[in-house]
């Protein structure tokens, strides 16, 4: 019989400890920003627990960080469960059967300060019904129509890290990933694509949950690697009023997507999520000229 409470445990420890790797070196970066582009204190992550309304539905907790470098970024995590409803159930696997699901992840979104610097989205899963399987992925938006290029450099530093996570792995399949990231992000009322990719996979049960698990700690820890490396060499950049402007404009789409599209969202609202930390994704400041 399949051990599912030994799961659960391990993969939200694994959550929360990513987690903590990531903010502790996202506030490494924001006191790493040179104080002629990014005046004032280095920001650091506030931290607020969450309970869901639902009597033993469990909860989570945000953290925002609104620095001088990271103009607005929240990595949250949360170990939730309940009942789908009968819509939901009928369109997840196992729930069929049992409505009664268990959900685990961690989710972030960064949006920085210099137009130069791109903006970032990660998360991975873990979820249970009378199956259970791992999700999740990262992507990135750049803000600047010269780096939404499939050939620019952070583009393809920040696939590069991703295919390391995916080629260490036989359970994973880079290209399928990229693919899937691809379809996934796309604006199709605008018909173009969020930014310039990464991956995504949802569903990811091999047969082997050690194998799976092990992918999706491997997909966390080069993000940190990656996204870290692409914020360190370009905080230096000085940006225009022009490039702010782009950025703003840029952001809209980001918006849209979240609001029209993005399956996330949709189950944290319709499962009885912390609204604040679901729409915590919307960036700060945005235009629609």
């Not at 750049?142 to 295919?163: E, I, N, S």
Request: glycine share 10%; with cysteine.
């Amino acid at each position: 019989m399949t051990d599912f409470e030994s799961r659960k445990t391990r993969a939200a420890d694994w959550f929360k400890s990513l987690r903590n790797e990531i903010c502790a070196e996202f506030e490494t970066l924001e006191r790493e920003a040179p104080s002629d582009l990014y005046p004032g204190e280095p920001g650091k992550f506030v931290y607020e627990d969450w309970q869901r309304k639902v009597e033993n539905g469990g909860g989570g907790t945000g953290g925002m960080l609104r620095g001088r470098l990271f103009e607005k970024c929240g990595v949250h995590i949360s170990v939730v469960k309940g009942e789908f409803t009968p819509e939901m159930a009928a369109r997840t696997p196992g729930a069929d059967k049992d409505p009664r699901f268990w959900a685990a992840g961690i989710s972030l979104i960064a949006h920085m300060r210099n137009p130069h610097i791109p903006a970032v989205h990660m998360n991975t899963r873990y979820i249970v019904t009378t199956q259970d399987w791992f999700g999740g992925g990262g992507d990135l938006t750049p803000t600047q129509a010269k780096d939404r290029r499939p050939d620019a450099p952070d583009a393809l530093a920040f696939h590069a890290g991703m295919k390391a996570a995916c080629d260490a792995h036989e359970v994973a399949d880079y290209n399928r990933y990229r693919d899937w990231c691809d379809e996934y992000f796309h604006l199709h009322h605008r018909d173009e694509p969020r930014g310039t990719g990464g991956i995504f996979y949802d569903r990811l049960n091999s047969g082997n949950f050690e194998a799976d698990f092990a992918f999706t700690q491997d997909v966390g820890r080069h993000f940190v690697k990656t996204y870290a490396a692409i914020v360190r060499g370009r905080m230096n950049e000085p940006w225009t009023e022009a490039d702010r402007e782009e950025q703003l404009i840029t952001r809209g789409r980001y918006v849209e997507f979240n609001l029209l599209w993005d399956r996330g969202t949709t189950f944290g609202l319709k499962t009885g999520g912390n609204v604040k930390t679901i729409l915590s994704s919307m960036p700060p400041l945005v235009k629609w000229p």
